[in-house]
């Protein structure tokens, strides 16, 4: 089967591999049964046409010669079978014999053989055979020949005068003798295919309902344990996976702790180190082990605040996308009245999300706020695209080495040659970010602007 034409998903490749297999097991049956009832026909039609024959030829033989055309006309023969009285033949040397087949349906010549089971069983159904004939009333000859398509020629010499000619064609079988049979197969298929598709959704479900847990996972190491009913292999499967999301939700919660345990006690040796600089009689050593001090506060701040931003346990809500980049926007320029002009929106009025908006506020504001620091302005767009919301944060500065663009995501990386080190900053902020858009299902990526400056390009589902 082509690759295009074969379902993708485990529940279509299963409906279709059940379907398949109906259609064969179907298809194999109703040739069985149609081969059998056209068998079965033959045997049925052999045996009236010959019952007929016999009748008609122990009324004929028992009359007078002169009267047997005239009751040959008066007879009402049966579809298929033709006969008249004839002083000759119609079966003449050279005419091509009957089928084997044909003379052991019909019987010619000899005696018959024993039944069948089958013909047994239609004998006993409808009623006991023929009488013999007596040997005096017996055809002092009989001969056959095939006559296409699909009948053949009998002739049957009377003892005194005269042939019997018998034209002979069966009615073609009909392996389907109700109309109504087929309407009952088709319906009887869309059934059986109705009960594997629900089946087979059913079946699936788990698995369906696992991947969904384990991208939420990937979202929200909160997210509610997977039901552990159902098979005992999708039990199996589902407990197995419960017991890995609480041994990852242990691992980031002792991480987290463990982080946020070495930034509070470092803050102790950072206070004394501050107040024993303050006793330096070197001002230029004093001043720059102040600022070296200040840093190293300030990177443990971000490291503290990125450790609270993995515990935090905001939950999921319904907002206005739109409103939140505008407010992001208004708090930007409230920080910096200067460069309020140089802050632009672009995009709908409102959009509405599904999310952690606190969250979602301080990623956004991480990004704006490194291209106010670096560049002096920013412009946010926002935008739809496939139900997801796609994000563009542009500025107008240096940007930065093709090489560093992913390097940059980093934690505590920054960018000494094209971004100004004078102007701050720990290099958590694009981490923090980051974590915060593939934590709701999205992602930021950065590119430079061929017109020069630095796109930060996100992608957010809208329900998450």
């Not at 529940?11 to 064969?24: E, F, I, N, P, V």
């Not at 081969?35 to 046409?49: K, M, S, T, Y």
């Not at 206070?271 to 001002?283: V, W």
């Not at 094209?418 to 999205?442: K, P, Q, V, Y």
Request: glycine share 8%; proline share 10%; aromatic share 6%.
């Amino acid at each position: 089967m082509k690759p295009h034409l074969w379902p993708r998903s485990l529940a279509g490749r299963t409906a279709a591999l059940l379907l398949l297999g109906l259609m064969l097991v179907q298809g194999l049956g109703l040739t069985i049964h149609a081969l059998d009832r056209v068998e079965l026909q033959g045997i049925v039609q052999a045996r009236e046409i010959g019952g007929r024959t016999f009748s008609l030829w122990r009324n004929l033989v028992l009359l007078p010669p002169e009267r047997r055309a005239a009751f040959l006309a008066d007879l009402d023969m049966p579809p298929g079978l033709l006969a008249s009285y004839d002083p000759i033949p119609v079966v003449i040397p050279g005419m091509p014999p009957v089928s084997p087949e044909v003379e052991r349906r019909f019987r010619f010549g000899g005696p018959p053989p024993p039944p069948a089971e089958h013909e047994s069983r239609f004998q006993l159904d409808n009623g006991p055979p023929p009488p013999p004939i007596p040997n005096r009333f017996r055809p002092r000859e009989i001969l056959a020949a095939a006559a296409p398509p699909s009948g053949f020629l009998l002739s049957m010499r009377f003892p005194d005068v005269g042939w019997l000619n018998l034209r002979i064609d069966p009615p073609a079988p009909r392996p389907w003798h109700s109309e109504s049979f087929l309407y009952a197969f088709i319906a009887m298929s869309l059934c059986a295919a109705s009960l594997i598709l629900w089946g087979v959704r059913r079946l699936i479900r788990p698995v369906a309902q696992l991947a969904a847990a384990a991208d939420a996972l990937g979202r929200d190491f909160n997210a509610p344990p997977l039901p552990e009913d159902g098979p005992e292999e999708t039990s199996t499967a589902a407990r197995a996976f419960n017991t890995m999301a609480s041994r990852i939700r242990r691992f980031v919660e002792d991480r987290t702790q463990m982080i946020a345990a070495i930034g509070h006690d470092l803050r102790t040796p950072i206070t004394r180190l501050r107040l024993r600089a303050e006793f330096m009689e070197d001002d230029d050593q004093r001043r720059k082990m102040l600022s070296d001090l200040a840093e190293m506060e300030a990177m443990i701040d971000a490291t503290l605040a990125f450790a609270r931003d993995d515990a935090a346990k905001e939950p999921s809500v319904a907002f206005d996308l739109a409103a939140l980049c505008q407010t992001v926007l208004d708090e930007a320029a409230d920080a910096a009245p200067e460069q309020a002009e140089q802050l632009t929106y672009d995009g709908p009025d409102r959009l509405r999300a599904q999310g952690r908006p606190a969250a979602l506020k301080r990623a956004l504001a991480n990004l704006v706020a490194n291209a106010v620091k670096y560049a002096g302005d920013a412009k946010l767009c926002l935008s739809v695209d496939n139900g997801a919301a796609q994000i563009r944060i542009e500025d107008s500065g240096p940007g930065i080495p093709e090489s560093e663009l992913e390097r940059a995501f980093q934690p505590f990386r920054r960018l000494e040659g094209s971004r100004n080190r004078e102007t701050g900053g720990t290099g958590l902020g694009l981490t923090i970010a980051r974590n915060i858009l593939r934590a709701h299902g999205g992602d930021v990526q950065l590119r430079n602007r061929p017109e020069g400056g630095l796109s930060a390009r996100i992608s957010l589902p809208l329900a998450t």
